[in-house]
């Protein structure tokens, strides 16, 4: 992922309105490894249900304001996006305002994840079984594509209107 600065992800932030981009709090950017994430995901530290993420796209950095749902599942989920076995994080469901007039409208889409944002370290680790002679870089590089096929394709279809 290309590092970031706070000024870009302010202005990539789709589906949210000004008020919403300004009570933005931001991690820490100089302390993040951008070369060992496939996206950007941090809890605000003064609203506790909200959250971000910031996917670099086609068409340049994309950030998402996303709700962490008030319940949380009832027995452990797997993360949809990394598909760890070990469920090292706990997944929640999170949602997005859906962009253009649907969203305007209150449609949201939903996806359960990693509650701290944890898929881009499960998705480097190491499969928790496997033969000898398995390709493990190979193991490794198909699990962050399909990570980030996944992300990407979450993040399209926020984007479309409907």
């Known amino acids: 992922m290309q590092p970031l600065t706070e000024q870009t992800i302010r202005s990539a932030f789709r589906g ?3 008020s919403e981009v300004n009570r933005v709090s931001y991690p820490d950017l100089d302390e993040v490894d951008f070369d ?3 996206y950007l995901g941090w809890r605000d530290r003064k609203i506790p249900r909200r959250a971000y993420l910031v ?38 469901l999170y949602t997005v305002r859906r962009a253009g007039p649907a969203g305007r409208r209150g449609a949201t889409l939903g996806v359960l994840i990693c509650e701290n944002f944890g898929c881009s370290r499960n998705a480097r680790q190491l499969p928790p079984a496997y033969h000898r002679g398995t390709d493990l870089d190979a193991v490794r590089a198909e699990r962050l594509a399909d990570l980030r096929r996944r992300i990407h394709a979450f993040v ?3 984007l479309t209107e409907v």
């Open 36 to 38: 060992r994430l496939e």
């Open 16 to 18: 949210a309105t000004r």
């Open 55 to 92: 996917v670099d796209h086609d068409t340049g950095p994309v950030a998402l304001l996303l709700t962490r749902a008030e319940a949380k599942p009832r027995g452990r989920t797997m993360c949809t996006w990394c598909n760890d076995v070990n469920l090292t994080d706990d997944a929640v």
């Open 156 to 158: 399209d279809e926020a």
